[in-house]
Structures are given as C-alpha cells and as structure tokens.
Nanobody, 125 residues
Framework: QVQVVESGGGLVQAGGSLRLSCATS????????MGWFRQAPGKEREFVAAIGWSDGYTRYADSVKGRFTISRDNAKNTVYLQMNSLKPEDTAVYYC??????????????????WGQGTQVTVSS
C-alpha cells in the first residue's frame, strides 16, 4: 500500500506565497512521475503541475506557469509545489498524486494511481 500525504496548505493573502509538500511511503518506485492537481468548489479536479523522475522534466498548467514551481527530492520521496503570486482563483483543495507507470510528467488525471487526501489552499483578496 502506498501512502501519499500532503502538507503546507493554509490561508494567504493575494500576492503571497505558500509551499506545499507531498511525502510518499509504503512502496518504493524506481522511477515515477508525480503531479499536483486542484479542485475548487463546484469544479472538476484539474491539473496544476507534474514532474518526472529527473528535475529537468516538468509540465505546468497555463494558469500557473511562471508563478508555481514543482520540484522533488528523490532521496526523501517528496515532491514540492512552490506557489508565488497567489490569486484568489488559486483557492482550492490541492492533491498530490503518484504515477507509478511512467517516469514522465503527465497531465492526465487517469495517469495517476495513488492520491493523497488533499490540503486546502485559500487565497483572500
């Protein structure tokens, strides 16, 4: 069984920053992609960012490009999402996910097979 645990969410004013962390445990994948998704009230879950096994391979949604940065520490089985210049429309529950079948940064929800419980990010105007 794989555990995926997010942390770092909270309340921040518009223009502020937050750093989310996602730790995985329970099974070690030799090479796997990881991603962040978010879901706002009344909306579908959407892709935010993904990172492959190597830090050189990343992918971002257009809405966060230039403001968010995804990174990972493979030795710690942890992925991070640095969020800068936050906007009220970034308010959502943020989910971390593991893609155990590919080492590439994929953006499709269906590509991910292990998910965390989510962490709330609220950006006030």
């Amino acid at each position: 069984q794989v555990q995926v645990v997010e942390s770092g969410g909270g309340l921040v004013q518009a223009g502020g920053s937050l750093r989310l962390s996602c730790a995985t445990s329970g099974r070690t994948f030799s090479h796997y992609g990881m991603g962040w998704f978010r879901q706002a009230p009344g909306k579908e879950r959407e892709f935010v960012a993904a990172i492959g096994w190597s830090d050189g391979y990343t992918r971002y949604a257009d809405s966060v490009k230039g403001r968010f940065t995804i990174s990972r520490d493979n030795a710690k089985n942890t992925v991070y999402l640095q969020m800068n210049s936050l906007k009220p429309e970034d308010t959502a529950v943020y989910y971390c996910a593991v893609d155990s079948r590919s080492e590439l940064p994929r953006s499709s929800l269906g590509a991910y097979d292990y998910w965390g419980q989510g962490t709330q990010v609220t950006v006030s105007s």
